[in-house]
Every structure is written in structure tokens, then in C-alpha cells.
Nanobody, 115 residues
Framework: QVQLVESGGGLVQAGESLRLSCAAS????????MGWYRQAPGKQRELVAT???????NYADSVKGRFTISRDNAKNTVYLQMNNLNSEDTSIYFC?????????WGQGTQVTVSS
């Protein structure tokens, strides 16, 4: 079982930055892929970014060049640096971990961008 706890969400103005953190209850070296997803009201949950155990990253087109996903294996934490935020980034952001055949989710953290 993997527990994920997100933090770092909040209310910011358009153009500002936030950094989200996702702390895992196990060594993230054992997790194949970790990622961030988001879900806005009335919309489906969508991929934001992923990072593999080898460090390969993948981003949604809407966040490329603005968001950066990274991992700190020593702290068992994955980060999402979000720059130049806009109102369309307003969502609940969820941390996700995929290990072997299991998928785990955090409880989510709210990000609100005001224009």
C-alpha cells in the first residue's frame, strides 16, 4: 500500500507560481511512475505530468514550458513547479503513483488562479 499526501496548493494571481509537493509513504525508488493529474469542476480528470523511476518526464501540451515535475528520492517526494499560472489551471491537483499493477491516488490539493 502506498499513501500519498499532497501539499502546496492555494490561491494565487495569474502569472504567479506555486510548487506542489507529494510525499509518499514508501521509497519512491520502488514506484515505476509518479505523476500529477488535475480535475476542474464538471470536467474529467486529466494528466498534467509524469516522471518515471529513471527520470523520464512527460507533460500535457497545455503545461509544457510552464510546469516542471521532479523527484527527490531521498525525501520520497515528487514536486510540481508551476509557473506563469492562468485561470485555466484552476483545479484540484492529485498525486498519482503506479507500482507494478497497482495505482494509488492522493487526496488532492486545490489550486485557484484568479485573474
Amino acid at each position: 500500500q502506498v499513501q500519498l499526501v499532497e501539499s502546496g496548493g492555494g490561491l494565487v494571481q495569474a502569472g504567479e507560481s506555486l510548487r506542489l509537493s507529494c510525499a509518499a509513504s514508501v521509497s519512491i525508488s520502488s514506484i515505476n511512475v509518479m505523476g500529477w493529474y488535475r480535475q476542474a469542476p464538471g470536467k474529467q480528470r486529466e494528466l498534467v505530468a509524469t516522471i518515471t523511476s529513471g527520470g523520464s518526464t512527460n507533460y500535457a501540451d497545455s503545461v509544457k514550458g510552464r510546469f516542471t515535475i521532479s523527484r527527490d528520492n531521498a525525501k520520497n517526494t515528487v514536486y510540481l513547479q508551476m509557473n506563469n499560472l492562468n485561470s485555466e489551471d484552476t483545479s484540484i491537483y492529485f498525486c498519482n503513483a503506479r507500482r507494478i499493477l497497482s495505482i494509488y491516488w492522493g487526496q488532492g490539493t486545490q489550486v485557484t488562479v484568479s485573474s
